[in-house]
């Protein structure tokens, strides 16, 4: 089955340590994408990526890292410079035809204590 | 600044009536549009879309009314089932020179509860 896979769906760290989320696809999609979604708000966008070893940020990007070596797997670094890190995080992917929507992966929800 | 706006945060229908969800964007330069229908824990799922040329779209019980004037989007449920209970997010994105890049905008979502 084809699919984006986010691991682990659940993760726990202290305030200080990066934490680095895993997403990966094999759907052969070319774009990916990390949101992030609090309580009461839309889907807020993080960092894309187009095409692999190239990524953009979004409108929150502040406090996070991203890597694309492979055209599957678009990791999320969440660094101690991220001020409300707690939230969940969803990655995203797109086939490269215009207009066509964004698959989601199941999320990780990440608290930091 | 919300491009993209849903402002009833929540939707109650009995089984068997029509939901209608609205959502309303700022953006004018957006021309496709999306919901997408979300479980607790998960990942929020496809469920429809339009493009700014047409003003209706169907899929089975689900319809996506566009009006480009007001800069509004509706969907429609017909008829609604305990199984739609669900948030759902409107979203849309517009074209960046002569690529998409496929950002979008969502909606802070509506949560639908359809009773039996």
């Known amino acids: 089955d084809g699919g984006i896979t986010q691991s682990p769906k659940y993760l726990f760290r202290k305030e200080g340590q990066n934490v680095t989320l895993s997403c990966e696809q094999n759907?052969?999609?070319?774009?990916m994408y990390w949101y992030r979604q609090d309580p009461g708000q839309g889907l807020r966008l993080i960092y894309y990526?187009?095409?692999?070893?190239?990524?953009q940020k979004g409108d929150i990007a502040e406090g996070y890292s991203v890597s694309r070596e492979k055209k599957e797997s678009f990791p999320l670094t969440v660094t101690s410079a991220q001020k409300n890190p707690t939230a969940f995080y969803l990655c995203?992917?797109?086939?490269?035809?215009?207009?066509?929507?964004?698959?989601f992966g199941n999320g990780t929800r990440l608290t930091v204590t | 600044d919300q491009q993209v706006k849903q402002n009833s945060p929540s939707l109650s229908v009995q089984e068997g009536r029509i939901s209608i969800l609205n959502c309303d964007y700022t953006?004018?330069?957006?021309?496709?549009f999306l919901w997408y229908k979300k479980y607790p824990a998960e990942g929020p799922t496809f469920l429809i879309s339009?493009?700014?040329?047409?003003d209706k779209n169907e899929d089975g019980r689900f319809t996506v009314f566009l009006n480009k004037s007001a800069k509004h989007l509706s969907l429609h449920i017909v008829p609604s089932q305990p199984g739609d209970s669900a948030v759902y997010f409107c979203?849309?994105?517009?074209?960046?020179?002569?690529?998409?890049?496929?950002?979008?905008?969502f909606g802070q979502g509506t949560t639908l509860q359809v009773k039996p």
């Open positions: 995203a992917s797109m086939a490269s035809s215009y207009n066509s929507p964004l698959h």
């Open positions: 759907l052969n999609h070319d774009a």
């Open positions: 990526s187009q095409i692999v070893n190239d990524f």
């Open positions: 953006n004018s330069m957006f021309d496709y």
């Open positions: 339009i493009s700014s040329i047409k």
């Open positions: 979203a849309a994105s517009h074209k960046k020179g002569s690529s998409n890049t496929g950002k979008l905008i």
